[in-house]
């Protein structure tokens, strides 16, 4: 359809103006002139104007068949330049639409992976973050762990110290029962003669008993707790073994996503530059199409002037049938001066 104000006088007016330069009026021409208009509505208005213009023409003594040939050879031309160029210009446009489709494409396909890179470098920072974070915590854990250990060590130590002194205690009481019942027996047999010290003696040692048992009591009450103490601290090592354990599995497990993160991450980096060597084909063919169409305008310009050349032809044509109908007016003049010398000569013989 036509753009609105492009009208068969604007055709007529803008082919007579580029007539009146000098140049043969052409649709890509008066295009240009008008600034507006599609080929499809100025093409046939400036065909009508063309058989207008040539009907106006037609009569200047030149035979109707030599003027049919001229003008069907003109229709020609001027038929399959417009058809060649027109049919390279839609190749061109459908051909810049699909390259320009594929890019549009590419360039989705671009941003699509950009957006997925973006996030797999995203989540590989953050496992890298929680990874640094379990490892630290594992650092703690294990300084835990070995803080346990060395606490527990140093239980065992103790409680052992403690059985020591327990032994020694326990060796001590019998050491001093089997001087208590000794002192019993020396004393039932000296009791007349040293009560006295007997009884002192034997408050003495009770004495003594008494205060080593409060010791056996409260070493006993010791180990006791210690007993506790290491039985609470393996439990809490073996608590600490399984969150060690736990954190471990975790870390193999996070350790694995990155490997895979960083797979797929070199996979969207290998599609991306697949995709760029693509964009750089089809840029390549653009390029290429745009030598096509330079070489398709430069043609369109070497029918242009190969039209122009038969007008001139034409031209020339029409100005020796002129000079040859002149010639034969002057040739049926002579013929006729002839004849009329002919006639007096007829006339003048007996």
Known sequence: MA????????????????????????????????????????????????????SKNVDHGLPADLMDVVKSLHARVHQHADGKIEQIQDECNSITDTLSQRLADASAQIAQLSEDNATIKQTLRDSQIENKTITQSHQVLLSRHDKSVYELEGAHTRINELKAVNTEIKQESKDIRAHFEHYQVRTAQDRQHEREQFQSTQFRDQAQITSLTEQVRDITAQLATCVTKQTQLEKKYGEMRDDNQSLSQRLAAKSTQCSTLQQDLIAKKQDNSVLMQEIDTLQDQKDALTLQCVEADKTRGLLTQSHEGIAAELEKIKITHHNLQSEYQLALQEKAQLQGQYKQLAMSLP
């Open 3 to 54: 753009r609105a104000g492009v009208n068969a006088s604007h055709i007529i007016q803008a082919a007579e103006s580029i007539q009146a330069d000098g140049h043969t009026p052409t649709v890509d021409r008066v295009r240009d002139y008008l600034g507006t208009g599609s080929k499809s509505t100025i093409a046939p208005l400036l065909k009508q104007w063309r058989a207008s213009n040539e």
